[in-house]
């Protein structure tokens, strides 16, 4: 965590939210996107996922985007690989956080990357061993992530235990960390405060600092304040909420970053991003994709009348 910052905001939205949605971004696009979020103070984009173009044709410009972020001094370049090819191609390009998902459902497993869970592991194990022969000042920051840990669409409930079993499984596979993920937006924050303490009695409390939330049910941001209170500190969100749910009409993708970072400033935490260049990059977003709906309360409401930001407060070494 940087000095300057209490929470550590990653904006997902060039992968998750554009992933999710028909419209291909044209990469000049993503790349002035990127450079705004970078330009406002976020410190880490998930810029892309190395799936091949058939799969995702959204997303088949992710290293070109690595190479562009990788450019923008002290941004944190990530990327989503899911299988050892894309990990491959994500070293290649010289991504500094490989983020791998592994359902804790299995069924969601099968049907999302066509491999149980020995397959998944055996295939994370390989990865492990390309990213931690490395050279150290090489390596890529390896995240295992629990995708569907609350709960499955196709399984219905997941079994807390087996999040465990899995997250354990992940460290023995050479994972520097493993992630929380909220893919369904089931989680709701008691779940979300008991398995977070769970996880880090299985796996150590700094081998488990991050979660990804959905709002689908409109309880993103009230599981972000139970993974904050209970000691979290970095969190996904995605720029109006982009992706959405096809099934849930109305419903946003990720945990919304303008409203996120509302809350957490107005809650007296840094998050060192400035709101104004946020409202900004949401402007530019919309232009470039003018038929998505852009989701997030605070955009349309506006901000508080004397509202003042944490970050912006005296001490903080933003200081105005
Ligand atoms: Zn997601």
């Not at 309880?219 to 996904?236: H, I, K, R, S, W």
């Not at 998050?271 to 402007?283: F, P």
Request: proline letters at 6%; a neutral charge.
């Amino acid at each position: 965590m940087r000095a300057d910052r209490d929470v550590l905001i990653s904006e997902v939205g060039p992968r998750d939210g554009l992933q999710s949605i028909q419209a291909i971004l044209p990469t000049a696009a993503k790349k002035a996107w990127i450079s705004a979020a970078a330009a406002s103070g976020i410190a880490e984009v998930e810029v892309g996922s190395f799936v091949p173009a058939s799969v995702l044709p959204q997303l088949a410009d992710t290293a070109e985007l690595v190479a562009h972020g990788r450019g923008i001094s002290g941004l944190t370049v990530a990327v989503l690989v899911p299988n050892f090819k894309g990990a491959q191609a994500a070293v290649a390009a010289g991504a500094h956080k490989i983020t791998v998902p592994l359902s804790v459902s299995e069924t969601h497993s099968l049907r999302n990357v066509r491999r149980n869970h020995a397959q998944m592991l055996d295939e994370i194990r390989r990865i492990g061993e390309l990213v931690n022969a490395l050279p150290e000042g090489q390596r890529p920051h390896l995240e295992g992530s629990l995708s569907t840990a609350f709960g499955c669409t196709l399984e219905g409930v997941v079994p807390e235990k087996r999040v465990l079993e899995l997250a354990v499984a992940l460290m023995e596979a050479g994972c520097h960390e493993v992630g929380l993920s909220d893919t369904t937006g089931y989680a709701n924050p008691a779940q979300v405060r008991r398995l977070v303490r769970a996880l880090w009695s299985a796996v150590g409390r700094h081998q488990l600092s991050g979660i990804h939330l959905h709002n689908t049910r409109g309880l993103g941001l009230a599981n972000a304040v139970a993974a904050l209170e209970v000691g979290l500190n970095t969190f996904d969100a995605s720029l109006g909420g982009l992706g959405g749910c096809p099934f849930a009409p109305g419903a946003s993708g990720n945990i919304v970053t303008e409203d996120l970072v509302f809350m957490l400033e107005a809650m007296g935490l840094r998050t060192g991003i400035d709101y104004a260049a946020l409202l900004a990059q949401r402007a530019l977003l919309q232009q470039a994709l003018p038929a998505e709906p852009l989701y997030g309360m605070v955009p349309l409401a506006g901000l508080p009348l004397g509202f003042q930001p944490a970050s912006a407060s005296p001490g903080s070494s933003k200081g105005s």
